[in-house]
Nanobody, 129 residues
Framework: QVQLVESGGGLVQPGGSLRLSCAAS????????IGWFRQAPGKEREGISC????????HYADSVKGRFTISRDNAKNTVYLQMNSLKPEDTAVYYC??????????????????????WGQGTQVTVSS
């Protein structure tokens, strides 16, 4: 059974940090590009980060660039999203997904939803004082 499970969400004050985890079972994450997405109530799903397989290239949406960092721990079959300097507008449910390609693609298509095959159930991140 192929599964992705997100964890690490919670309530944090503005300016704080959280680290989200995306743990895979039933397959090896090493072979796929992995993306992080988020969706706030009443808003469209937004792609925020992607990490390629093997070459380790990373991509970030402008909304999180400089604040979020995606990384991989192959031994644990897990991808992480370190989130720093969190803002209230970061409040959303965060999802990870595996891309159908080993790379993240060109800039204009990195976060095309149709290119991601398996999705986790999401973890809630709330940024509030």
């Amino acid at each position: 059974q192929v599964q992705l499970v997100e964890s690490g969400g919670g309530l944090v004050q503005p300016g704080g940090s959280l680290r989200l985890s995306c743990a895979a079972s039933g397959f090896t994450l090493d072979y796929y590009a992995i993306g992080w997405f988020r969706q706030a109530p009443g808003k469209e799903r937004e792609g925020i980060s992607c990490i390629s397989s093997y070459d380790g290239n990373t991509h970030y949406a402008d909304s999180v660039k400089g604040r979020f960092t995606i990384s991989r721990d192959n031994a644990k079959n897990t991808v992480y999203l370190q989130m720093n300097s969190l803002k209230p507008e970061d409040t959303a449910v965060y999802y990870c997904a595996n891309r159908v390609t080993p790379g993240c693609g060109y800039s204009s298509s990195v976060f095309r939803t149709a290119d991601f095959a398996t999705w986790g159930q999401g973890t809630q991140v709330t940024v509030s004082s």
